[in-house]
């Protein structure tokens, strides 16, 4: 039979939104061409609500929530953009990139890496939090692959798409000391 999916209205920027019943509030966003930056979401993943870069403002809640996580409700009001959102999203970026190499230059995903793009559209130029550079070598043991464990910034994407999305389960987190 045919189903039929409930349509949902909510305010988001001062906007008006349709979106099927179910949606979260990111996926609501992003498709009525609502920008709301974005890391460990991947629209085939279910949320895991880790990198602090989604939050909004809902009227009625004191707190930030989570975009990635919270479903779209009938007559919500929403805002995206706020100097407490972008306050809140600049430290969740900075704390990622803590750990992570500050040589861009270097990089072979230089100029095409969502980490750089996240950086200048939340115009982080300079780092406010302590750099903890990550003791992990590279290793080029695999010839289709190089591992340099040092750029990764746990979100958490590739071991969740690795059980997840193909069912591999390959890939883990993984502690070494404090890392």
Do not use: W
């Not at 996580?69 to 900075?94: F, N, S, Y």
């Amino acid at each position: 039979g045919i189903v039929i999916l409930e349509t949902i209205t909510l305010t988001i920027d001062g906007r008006d939104v349709d979106t099927p019943k179910g949606k979260s509030l990111l996926e609501t966003a992003l498709a009525a061409g609502i920008y709301i930056p974005h890391l460990c979401h991947h629209p085939d993943l279910p949320p895991i609500n880790a990198c602090g870069l989604c939050v909004v403002e809902i009227e009625g809640n004191e707190n930030l929530t989570t975009s990635c996580a919270a479903p779209a409700v009938e007559g919500m009001k929403v805002t995206t953009k706020t100097e407490r959102i972008d306050h809140a999203r600049k430290l969740a970026l900075e704390l990622l990139l803590s750990g992570h190499p500050q040589d861009c230059g270097t990089c072979n995903k230089y100029l095409n890496c969502e980490l750089q793009s996240l950086k200048q559209y939340l115009t982080i130029e300079e780092l406010k939090v302590r750099i903890r550079p990550k003791p992990f070598p590279v290793t080029r043991d695999n010839p289709l692959f190089v591992h340099d464990f040092s750029r990764c910034v746990l979100c958490g994407r590739c071991v969740r798409a690795c059980h997840e999305l193909r069912g591999a389960g390959v890939l883990f987190y993984k502690k070494k000391g404090k890392e």
